[in-house]
């Protein structure tokens, strides 16, 4: 199978960094095509798990818009890539690799952004048991930039997710608006007065994880995305509007359960964080070493925890297998290095 590696000059790193850009304070890591695209408003849409795949198969064609193929991070997921967007910083940088993680506070693996022990059924659950997300989330974000700057944001955000931690700590600078559904979001989207107006969408996610990439839901539901979008632009005359992904999604061919104990492995189904020396011999995935992995990171200061929090490896499953310690339900999955999870669509309305 292809592999894409993430790409920053022309990938999801330079969203936050061309969001900056284009609303006047100047930044080098932008995308360099966009380099001098300059407005005094944004709208801008993160339709989570939108593929260029989807993209391409369901919304290029009528939608008139001009538009860029960019790579997502490694591991491709939301816990990566959200941080990335927030903050502006590269996994290697912020050291938030996936959902399922060693964290050296707690000194076990943890459900990253819910803040929650790995079988954990509650938000912020640590903070309870007397654990501070400080020492994980505490990070700049692109909101205080423009908040210093003069500028305002708003941050839509579902509601149940509006009151956690991460997200507190990711939207420092702006103003969190909770919404109840897709409708709800883009109704408060249409009375901000911001200069930025950042909405996080994850029913695209939500619903390829359970019915896959080929099913008429995720159809009706992109479908259902863009038309709110294409309302959108009627009141947005003064503003651009920009949609993007943080990761696609691969319909999952074969599930494989390895033998190694549940509380050794982390990551994903696509990109398995194994926490400990045993090395299974497995000719249907790649093992990713703790320096190879580095090397996937990105650039920069690199996170003074990010080594504890690495896996002493990661199985890279092949094709479109998905390897985990259980049976697993779910028929799209990402993490991984494959174009269906690696490329993403940039759109500029």
């Known amino acids: 199978m292809t592999k894409i590696m993430p790409n920053f000059r022309n990938g999801v790193y330079n969203v936050p960094h061309t969001i900056l850009n284009i609303l006047g304070i100047k930044d080098n890591e932008a995308i360099e095509s966009l380099k001098d695209l300059q407005e005094d408003r944004i709208f801008f849409i993160l339709v989570d798990a939108l593929g260029y795949n989807l993209f391409e198969k369901y919304i290029k064609n009528s939608c008139n818009c001009e538009h860029l193929k960019l790579t997502s991070l490694f591991p491709s997921t939301t816990s990566a890539v ?8 590269s996994p290697k940088e912020h050291g938030i690799l996936e959902w399922y993680m060693y964290y050296e506070e707690f000194g076990e693996i943890i459900k990253t952004l819910p803040f929650s022990r790995r079988d954990g059924k509650e938000n912020d659950e640590l903070i309870k048991l007397g654990f501070s997300p400080e020492h994980l989330f505490n990070l700049p974000t692109i909101f205080e930039k423009l908040e210093k700057e003069g500028m305002k944001s708003q941050f839509l955000v579902k509601r149940e997710y509006a009151s956690s931690s991460y997200t507190l700590h990711m939207s420092k600078g702006a103003n969190i608006i909770p919404y109840s559904s897709l409708e709800h979001s883009f109704q408060l989207l249409k009375k901000s007065n911001a200069d930025l107006n950042f909405l996080y969408i994850d029913y695209l996610d939500i619903v390829q994880h359970h019915y896959g990439l080929e099913s008429m839901e995720i159809k009706d539901l992109l479908l259902k995305i863009w038309k709110n979008i294409g309302d959108l632009k009627n009141y947005a005359r003064d503003a651009r509007i920009i949609v993007t992904a943080d990761h696609g ?34 000719d249907y995935a790649e093992i990713l070493k703790k320096e ?21 490896y990661i199985l890279l499953p092949k094709d479109s297998y998905a390897l985990w310690f259980e049976e697993l339900g779910l028929k799209g999955l990402h993490g991984g290095l494959s174009p269906e999870e690696m490329l993403v669509p940039f759109i500029l309305i």
């Open 82 to 89: 959200l941080t990335t967007l927030y903050t502006g910083l």
């Open 249 to 282: 999604q691969i319909d999952i061919k074969k599930s494989i359960v390895i033998n190694i104990p549940k509380n050794s492995v982390g990551g994903s189904p696509r990109d398995v964080f194994i926490y400990s020396d045993e090395t299974p011999v497995l």
């Open 292 to 312: 190879d992995t580095l090397k996937l990171l990105g650039s920069g200061k690199e996170h003074p925890k990010l080594r504890e929090r690495l896996p002493n």
